[in-house]
C-alpha cells in the first residue's frame, strides 16, 4: 500500500497512474481517492495521475489529537504529496473542501503548482453566513461523533445541494452515499471541526488573492447556491482566474456530470501548457458598462 509521511509523522495513502505532466486531485470532506475515479480514467490517458486520501480518511491515518486537523495542515499535506513524489510543478485539481486546500496552496506554496482548479469552493466563506455555517458544522459534527459516520451518511448525503446528483444518476447517487458510509467516524468528525469549522473565509482572504499569480479555474454548479457569490469573488479578485458556471449542476459535479467538468478541466490545464494563459486586462474593470477609450 503507497503511503508518504508529512512532516507531522501522518501518513498518507495515494494512488498514482499515467505517466506526464502531474495532475493532483485532492478530495471534497463527503469524498475520498474513489471520487475522483471518472476523472483519473480519463486524464490519466495523457497525465500522472496522482490522488490522495486527506488525514482522517483511512488508510490515510487517522490522528486523534484535534489539533492534527486544520486549514494549514491540509494545505501542507497537500505540499507533503506534491514533495514527497517529485511533482512539482503539478496541475492541482480540488473539490469542495479539497478546493479550499488547492486556493490555500498556491497561495503559501506558489511554487509548488502549475495551475489551480477549485471546484464547489465557498461552503460558509459568503457574507452572513459565517455563524449560520458554523453552527451547522458544530451541530453535524456532534451528530458524527454520537451516531456514527455509516448513520449520518444518509443524512448529510442528502444535503440540499446533493439532490441533483439523485434526480441525474439514481446509481451513481446510492455509490456515493455507500463509500460516505464508510467514512472513518472520529476522522470525519475531527475533520470537520478542525477544518471545515475553522478555515478562515475566502473574502478575508481578498488581498492575498488579488496578489495569486498562478492559472486558477473556478467551477460551481448552478444549483450549489453557497458557491456561486464566493466563485463570482474569486472571479473578480484573483487577476488570473477564469469561471465556469455549470448548468443544472449540485456540488459534486465531477461526479454528476464528468464528461462536462473532465472536458472544461482538460480545456484549461491545455491553455496552461501552452504557455497561453494571462492575466485579465485591467481595462475590463474600469467600471463603464459601454464605450471604452481609443487607442
Not at 467538468?261 to 490545464?269: K, P, Y
Request: aromatic share 10%; charged share 25%; hydrophobic share 40%.
Amino acid at each position: 500500500m503507497p503511503t508518504l509521511r508529512t512532516d507531522d509523522g501522518v501518513d498518507l495513502y495515494y494512488e498514482e497512474t499515467g505517466t506526464g505532466t502531474p495532475l493532483l486531485f485532492v478530495h471534497e470532506f463527503a469524498g475520498d481517492i474513489r471520487s475522483w475515479e471518472p476523472q483519473i480514467r480519463f486524464f490519466s490517458r495523457r497525465y500522472r495521475c496522482i490522488a490522495f486520501n486527506a488525514r482522517g480518511y483511512p488508510p490515510s491515518a487517522v490522528p486523534h489529537d484535534p489539533a492534527a486537523y486544520s486549514q494549514d495542515r491540509a494545505t501542507a499535506d497537500i505540499a507533503a504529496v506534491i514533495k514527497g513524489l517529485d511533482l512539482a510543478p503539478a496541475h492541482v485539481v480540488g473539490l469542495s473542501m479539497g478546493a479550499f486546500a488547492t486556493l490555500h496552496l498556491g497561495l503559501t506554496y506558489p511554487h509548488l503548482a502549475r495551475s489551480l482548479t477549485a471546484a464547489g469552493v465557498g461552503y460558509g466563506a459568503a457574507p452572513g453566513k459565517r455563524d449560520q455555517f458554523r453552527a451547522e458544522v458544530d451541530a453535524t459534527a456532534d451528530r458524527i461523533a454520537t451516531e456514527g459516520m455509516w448513520k449520518m451518511s444518509k443524512v448529510y448525503g442528502r444535503g440540499p445541494t446533493r439532490l441533483i446528483h439523485e434526480e441525474k444518476d439514481p446509481r451513481g447517487y446510492e455509490e456515493f452515499l455507500s463509500q460516505l458510509a464508510e467514512h472513518d467516524t472520529d476522522g470525519a468528525a475531527l475533520t470537520m471541526r478542525g477544518v471545515q469549522r475553522e478555515r478562515p473565509s475566502l473574502f478575508e482572504l481578498e488581498d492575498r488573492f488579488r496578489k495569486l499569480a498562478l492559472p486558477t479555474f473556478v467551477i460551481c454548479g448552478d444549483e450549489d447556491d453557497p458557491t456561486l457569490e464566493p466563485g463570482l469573488f474569486l472571479k473578480r479578485t484573483i487577476p488570473t482566474s477564469a469561471l465556469l458556471v455549470m448548468p443544472r449542476a449540485g456540488h459534486a459535479m465531477n461526479l454528476e456530470d464528468p464528461d462536462a467538468f473532465n472536458r472544461a478541466v482538460l480545456d484549461f490545464i491545455t491553455w496552461v501548457d501552452a504557455g497561453r494563459w494571462w492575466a485579465r486586462n485591467p481595462e475590463t474593470l474600469s467600471g463603464a458598462i459601454i464605450a471604452g477609450k481609443a487607442k
